[in-house]
Nanobody, 116 residues
Framework: QVQLVESGGGLVQPGGSLRISCSASGIMFSIYRMGWYRQAPGKQRELVATITSGGTPNYADSVKGRFTISRDNAKNTVYLQMNSLKPEDTAVYYC??????????WGQGTQVTVSS
């Protein structure tokens, strides 16, 4: 059974930092492209960042220079370090494991709220 479990979300002030994690089980983690997506209230889910099995990252323009995605294949975990957070970063953040269109999995999401 595949499980992606996100953790580390919470409330942070504008300009602050937060690191969220996603621990995977039931998949051969090292061969999957891992990603973070987010969905704000009333909006569609959008890409935040992905990282290939080889460790190449890709970022949405809105988070470039502020967010860093990384992975630890030994721990089956992907991270998203978020710095200089803005209120518009408020959303539920979802972890994604992607191998092919019909071989991808989602976590349950973790809430990130940026507010003073």
């Amino acid at each position: 059974q595949v499980q992606l479990v996100e953790s580390g979300g919470g409330l942070v002030q504008p300009g602050g930092s937060l690191r969220i994690s996603c621990s995977a089980s039931g998949i051969m983690f090292s061969i999957y492209r891992m990603g973070w997506y987010r969905q704000a209230p009333g909006k569609q889910r959008e890409l935040v960042a992905t990282i290939t099995s080889g460790g190449t990252p890709n970022y949405a323009d809105s988070v470039k220079g502020r967010f860093t995605i990384s992975r630890d294949n030994a721990k089956n975990t992907v991270y998203l370090q978020m710095n200089s957070l803005k209120p518009e970063d408020t959303a539920v953040y979802y972890c994604n494991a992607y191998l092919a269109e019909r071989r991808q999995y989602w976590g349950q999401g973790t809430q990130v709220t940026v507010s003073s």
